[in-house]
């Protein structure tokens, strides 16, 4: 008989006959025995097909595994996408800002510098007011005379050489760090943008 084949592994065959996963045929035709073999070395030594469940079981958690870290995958890349938008739109943010001030700032120099320019051209007209400034009446008293030569001497110092070089040059520093900032700003020097405050703290 099939069952008394010398050097059938019958420990194996019990092992694949209670897992049962496999078709007896397919158990038998591995270990070179007949279906009818498997069954009556089965009923004699009482086998019973207790662990499909169990690898059921044990299958079923594990596509479970699988399935729940895809989808931790697909969630962190979700939060990753997130953070990246959310930080992306932040720092879009921050740079129009930024060159708005920048730009702002940029006319006001400007503006200042076409006024330091009129009052260049015109200087003697302005040497004229100052003039226009004394009261000759000589009805003031002491103290409001005092105030006219304060006013008039503040007056000749903004309309002089010196003070309308100064004012140049603070003007000219000042468009220089606008024109580094904008360039940074409208990423034509690849540089750290600068925060919007930097663009208040020069010196006009």
Same mark, same amino acid.
């Given at each position: 008989m099939a069952t008394e084949k010398a050097g059938i592994d019958w420990e194996a065959v019990e092992l694949h006959y209670r897992s049962g996963i496999r078709s007896l045929k397919d @158990?038998?035709?591995?270990?070179?025995?007949?279906? !009818?073999? @498997?069954?009556?070395? !089965?009923?004699?030594?009482?086998?019973?097909?207790?662990?499909? !469940?169990?690898?059921?079981a044990k299958a079923d958690a594990k596509v479970s595994a699988a399935a729940v870290s895809a989808e931790v995958s697909e969630q962190r890349a979700a =939060?990753?996408?997130? @953070?990246?938008?959310?930080?992306?739109? /932040?720092?879009?943010?921050?740079?129009?800002? *930024?060159? $708005?001030? @920048?730009?702002?700032?940029?006319?006001?120099?400007?503006?200042?510098?076409?006024?330091?320019?009129?009052? $260049?051209? =015109?200087?003697?007209?302005?040497? *004229? /007011?100052?003039?226009?400034?004394?009261?000759?009446?000589?009805?003031?008293?002491? !103290? *409001? *005379?005092?105030?006219?030569?304060?006013?008039?001497?503040?007056?000749?110092?903004v309309i002089s050489l010196g003070g309308r070089t100064g004012t140049m040059k603070s003007l000219a520093d000042s468009l220089q760090t606008l024109v580094a900032l904008e360039r940074e700003a409208f990423g034509i020097d690849e540089k750290r943008a600068p925060d919007s405050q930097t663009v208040f703290n020069m010196q006009f």
């Open positions: @158990i038998g035709s591995e270990f070179g025995v007949s279906d !009818a073999g @498997i069954i009556k070395r !089965a009923k004699r030594d009482k086998w019973t097909r207790d662990l499909s !469940a169990k690898i059921k =939060n990753e996408t997130q @953070i990246v938008e959310a930080n992306a739109e /932040l720092q879009a943010r921050v740079r129009r800002e *930024q060159r $708005t001030d @920048i730009s702002r700032s940029r006319k006001l120099v400007m503006t200042l510098l076409t006024e330091l320019e009129l009052q $260049t051209d =015109n200087v003697g007209l302005l040497e *004229q /007011l100052s003039e226009l400034l004394y009261d000759k009446s000589g009805d003031m008293t002491a !103290a *409001q *005379q005092t105030a006219q030569e304060k006013r008039v001497k503040l007056f000749n110092k």
